[in-house]
């Protein structure tokens, strides 16, 4: 098993015309503290919608504990 407990590979969002999130990617290790840092309207809050799934990506990957989010039959 490896030691990325999350996975994020080219995340991107889409609000209408609006591109909230640009190709984000991110490996967190197991144990890992991580901090997500920047400007109001960055896109913070939006990258951790989709990682837990309250927003679906537009484009790119999540994947937890080896699990990709985004594949048929994961809740």
């Known amino acids: 098993m490896s030691d990325d407990m999350i996975i994020i590979n080219g995340l991107h969002k889409y609000f209408d015309r609006?591109?909230?999130v640009r190709g984000v990617d991110l490996r967190i290790r197991r144990?890992?503290?991580v901090v997500i840092v920047?400007?109001?309207g960055?896109?913070?809050s939006t990258?951790?919608?989709c990682v837990?799934?309250?927003e679906?990506?537009?484009r790119g990957a999540v994947t937890i504990d080896g699990i990709d989010l985004e594949a048929k039959g994961t809740d």
Request: charged share 15%; proline share 10%.
């Open 18 to 20: 609006v591109q909230a």
């Open 42 to 44: 960055s896109g913070k």
């Open 47 to 49: 990258v951790l919608r």
């Open 56 to 58: 679906m990506p537009t």
């Open 52 to 54: 837990n799934h309250l």
């Open 38 to 40: 920047g400007p109001s």
């Open 31 to 33: 144990g890992e503290v």
